[in-house]
């Protein structure tokens, strides 16, 4: 959302809830407007969000749970760094971290109490079973709820301590999340730029006293007496589409919402819903292998429609794709079910679902339009060449 930039109001001389609403709403609108001016996101759901995240990273005080902030996407240079190094300005006690151990992140926890920007998670949770992953996978697990502890034996005499796990956590990489730290993720997929949107170049000397700014009436606000109390205390309403996971680590996003009041409180519940509703997570390089081979079996073929059937036996004449030796003798033997099947769950993520077509000889398969897939072309592919004259 675009608004004009004005000085963000003070708490000195906040005299009652509306006006400290008013001040919250404004600071909220201000970290929205910061975020969108470097950052290309995806759908208007996300920037919304993020700015109330933030915000509970400043409040985490008055909150049981905390939502982790899962920023992925289907490929690289698709914002995920750029968006941590906004943060990195404006939430409370950031700490980044890449491929830090286990040991390490629960004594920092432990430490300060910081807010987590762990990056590169890719890295962490690939490659299969590893006891250092699952002893992190562990952390992660237990870390969104205040009374969590893990115990570790330390000293030479190898006594028990229990080490408090809880703060707020951003989780950045390409690729999914074990499915038990995603259920406690609010998911965040960038994309990829398309070639008529713009941001602006980001300077961390230009914007960081914009960000001290922000971070300053954020911390002003936690320091309002009746802030965390209110906080605290308040008990929002949770959409019906979320699940109980969900509903327990939106209920700070949404207690925040309702402390802004105007139209923070419809556009966060209305924002949530569509992030969780739009969460699968997918494969980057082979969605852009099959983003490309079908660009190119749609100008083949020169139509604006193919029949799913039509499409997976051009795609088995690919080279270098791993999908000939998924689904050939499926399709050989008449089985198209599980290629169609396999098919449409790789180019979900891009927002491409078959459909029924109709085809120039009067027949209605289930089938693919050229046109679902302009927007991943545009934005995950390089343009093609101009023929030559």
């Known amino acids: 959302m675009s608004r004009k930039r004005s000085k963000i109001p003070g708490f000195d001389e906040v005299k009652d809830e509306a006006q400290a609403a008013g001040a919250l709403s404004e600071i909220l609108f201000r970290i929205e407007g910061f975020l969108g001016r470097f950052i290309a996101f995806r759908t208007p759901a996300q920037a919304p969000v993020i700015a109330l995240w933030v915000a509970h990273s400043h409040a985490l005080e008055a909150f049981d749970y905390t939502p982790y902030l899962h920023i992925s996407s289907p490929e690289k240079r698709c914002g995920k760094s750029r968006l941590l190094d906004l943060l990195n300005l404006v939430v409370r006690a950031p700490w980044s971290a890449v491929s830090p151990s286990e040991a390490v992140i629960y004594r920092k926890i432990a430490a300060s109490s910081p807010t987590l920007l762990l990056d590169e998670v890719d890295t962490i949770f690939s490659g299969g079973k590893d006891e250092n992953k699952e002893g992190l996978r562990a952390l992660l697990n237990a870390g969104f709820q205040r009374s969590a502890m893990v115990p570790r034996c330390v000293g030479p005499l190898h006594q028990i301590q229990d080490f408090p796990v809880f703060c707020a956590k951003v989780i950045a990489g390409i690729g999914k999340l074990p499915d038990t730290v995603a259920d406690r993720s609010v998911p965040i997929i960038l994309a990829r730029k398309s070639r008529d949107q713009d941001v602006e170049r980001f300077r961390s000397r230009d914007v960081a006293p914009i960000a001290a700014e922000i971070r300053a009436a954020l911390e002003a606000w936690v320091g309002l007496k009746a802030t965390i109390s209110s906080l605290r205390d308040a008990r929002p309403p949770l959409p019906d589409s979320l699940g109980d996971r969900q509903a327990d680590i939106c209920e700070p996003l949404l207690a925040i919402a309702d402390a802004a009041g105007g139209d923070w409180p419809d556009r966060a519940r209305a924002a949530l819903t569509e992030l969780f509703a739009g969460s699968e997570a997918q494969d980057d390089s082979l969605g852009v292998k099959i983003l490309t081979a079908i660009r190119q079996v749609f100008e083949d073929a020169d139509t604006e429609r193919l029949a799913t059937e039509e499409m997976l036996n051009a795609l088995l004449a690919c080279d ?57 072309w545009e934005r995950y592919l390089p343009a093609k060449p101009a023929p030559d004259a």
Do not use: C, H, V
């Open 320 to 376: 270098d794709a791993p999908w000939p030796g998924w689904w050939e003798a499926d399709i050989k033997n008449g089985n198209l079910r599980g290629p169609s099947a396999k098919l449409a769950r790789m180019l979900k993520p891009f927002g491409i679902q078959p459909g029924t077509i109709r085809l120039p000889d009067g027949t209605t398969p289930k089938g693919y339009k050229r046109e679902s897939f302009q927007d991943a």
